[in-house]
């Protein structure tokens, strides 16, 4: 949660600058470009700049608290509820609102003009263990919330009729609204046109008082150009993949600072590439909020910094293979969803584990990027199991069936020095393993066995697997599970790591990747009961599950008791 609450502050300490710098008559036609003349002084005298907003994450007042302070800025009132926010927020990711505890601060700040402004905070507080990490995380990457405001004096509604069609003369369009009986006003939101120069993608009218019949018209006609627009945009993902698949492979993110912008011939001088060219993109990726556009070219935000090369938590690995080999193997979905043939091994001719082992560059690529999602684990450590194998007096055993380069083992070491580890992979990967635990100081507490899951060594205390089963159709994940049930002590615990597809049907990248597993290996992800059913098949029994980062599960299993099923 620390670095999260740093990236907030980081983000929140960049708003507070802009409402600082920013004027009315500066910053509209910025926002409307073409906008000037006569219309530029009308629409300053009806409305002002008020505030750059934006939604950040705290785990409780105590963190939103500490990120303030940290930003110089002095909350004169307690939180209030968010209600269009978090009607949103709801719409957006299919929650329940009332699970979505979103506040509305305003602190003030004094502008360079001397003018009073605000800073507006969403705050969606996510608890640890709340499994609203996935929410915070994509909506940090997409800034849905982020937005400039523009205050009306005169609430008349012939005004704001008029700003409306202002608006929209200059390219902004509708992009919904609300009214929030919380403070008694309404909020008339825009897209701004593509091309702005004020950095931010929404804008927001904001009306003091009841005016929801002019909010009306405003949200029909949102409505009216929402779905072909929308589906334009999804259209569009694949453009999406290869932008920044391509933005890290040149390593454009390693030649930029998140502090300083960098001029666009400079860095295609040195990623060796077309200015021209390399601009286009930096505009594209600018609008994926990889980069933003300031006085002195392009800046890489804390987004972009994550495909940079070999930083911790670099995405970059995901980046490659998603824009690289599994890109090539979608193109083949329409032929998996008509034959049931894997897509990658009808593209490539064999399947992926084969075609990655083959080529070491591509094996270490895989590998990486396995462990580029490695969000995912940052609790399994503290799992009850884990910690209670830990305080034995004898010490205990955890062992990684298909454990890959030793990510997570690698962190369950380090987490409980009284472990010892046992690593089961590939040849291939077992090499790399050894020397990623061997750099991190756990060489001598980890044994390496190089085989396949036939040979999952016995007389382990803990076993993991660790998005595997996802790999293999229910057959296949039955053999596998028998294997760790044979190796198993009565006393040992098996905990599965998993992206689990919700029961009722709510969005959740378990969704997104079961479409993956399908067309790129045959596998799949399946629903908790549908693990339940596959562990009593290999004479196991779930016990309990725990969310984790980005969608996932830890589901702990034991053996069941009694004689195991017979196999067919």
């Not at 509209?28 to 750059?52: K, N, Q, V, W, Y």
């Not at 994450?57 to 105590?62: C, G, Q, V």
């Not at 996802?470 to 040992?492: P, V």
């Amino acid at each position: 949660m620390i670095a999260t609450l740093s990236g907030d502050t980081s983000r929140l300490r960049t708003t507070v600058d802009f409402v600082k710098e920013q004027d009315t008559a500066t910053l509209l036609p910025r926002l409307l470009p073409g906008l000037d003349g006569p219309e530029l002084r009308a629409l300053t005298e009806h409305c002002r700049f008020s505030h750059a907003a934006l939604l950040v994450f705290p785990a409780d007042e105590a963190e939103l608290s500490a990120m303030l302070t940290d930003c110089g800025l002095v909350a004169v009132a307690p939180p209030r509820p968010s209600v269009v926010v978090r009607e949103r927020l709801a719409a957006r990711h299919r929650r329940p609102a009332a699970e979505l505890d979103v506040g509305i601060l305003r602190p003030p700040v004094v502008g360079a003009d001397g003018a009073h402004r605000m800073v507006e905070v969403f705050a969606l507080t996510v608890p640890a263990g709340s499994g609203l990490d996935a929410i915070a995380a994509h909506e940090r990457r997409q800034q849905h919330e982020a937005h400039v405001a523009f205050e009306v004096a005169a609430p008349d509604p012939l005004v704001l009729r008029g700003l409306c069609a202002s608006f929209a003369r200059y390219g902004a369009a509708p992009d919904g609204g609300g009214y929030n009986p919380h403070e008694n006003g309404t909020v008339f939101y825009f897209e701004a046109p593509p091309e702005t120069k004020a950095g931010y993608r929404r804008v927001e009218l904001y009306v003091p008082g009841d005016h929801r019949d002019e909010l009306a018209a405003h949200l029909a006609e949102h409505r009216a150009r929402q779905p072909a627009e929308t589906l334009l945009r999804l259209l569009t993902g694949a453009w999406t993949t290869q932008a920044l698949a391509v933005f890290a492979e040149l390593r454009v993110p390693d030649a930029m600072d998140t502090e300083r912008g960098a001029d666009v011939e400079v860095l295609a001088r040195e990623v060796g590439a077309e200015a021209p060219n390399l601009a286009t993109l930096l505009r594209y990726v600018a609008m994926l909020g990889a980069v933003t556009e300031c006085r002195d070219g392009y800046r890489l935000t804390e987004l972009g910094a994550l495909l940079r090369s070999n930083t911790p938590g670099s995405l970059k690995p995901l980046a490659l293979m998603y824009g690289g080999p599994f890109y090539q193997s979608f193109a083949g979905l329409g032929h998996t969803v008509r034959t049931g043939q894997v897509a990658f091994d009808f593209l490539f001719g064999e399947n992926h584990f084969d075609h990655f082992a083959r080529d070491p560059e591509l094996a270490e690529l895989f590998d990486q990027s396995m462990a580029a999602g490695s969000a995912m684990f940052d609790p399994v450590p503290a799992h009850p199991v884990l910690t209670a194998a830990a305080e034995t007096s004898a010490g205990a055993t955890v062992v990684d069936v298909a454990g890959g380069n030793g990510e997570l083992l690698g962190r369950i070491l380090a987490a409980h020095p009284r472990l010892n580890g046992v690593l089961l992979e590939r040849p291939h990967a077992v090499e790399a393993a050894r020397r990623r635990l061997a750099e991190a100081g756990h060489g001598t507490r980890c044994a390496f066995v190089a085989g396949d899951f036939a040979d999952v060594p016995a007389n382990g205390d803990v076993y993991v697997l660790s998005r595997v089963l996802h790999d293999w159709d229910d057959e296949r994940c039955r053999e596998i599970l028998r294997h760790c049930a044979d190796a198993m002590q009565d006393h040992a615990d098996l905990l599965v790591v998993e992206r689990v597809l919700p029961a009722d049907g709510s969005v959740s990248l378990a969704t997104a990747w079961d479409l993956h597993m399908m067309c790129n290996v045959g596998g799949r992800e399946r629903r908790a009961a549908h693990y339940d059913r596959l562990f009593a098949d290999a004479g196991l029994t779930l016990v309990n599950q725990s969310p984790l980062p980005l969608d996932g599960h830890v589901l702990h299993v034991r053996k069941a008791p009694g004689p195991r099923p017979a196999t067919e």
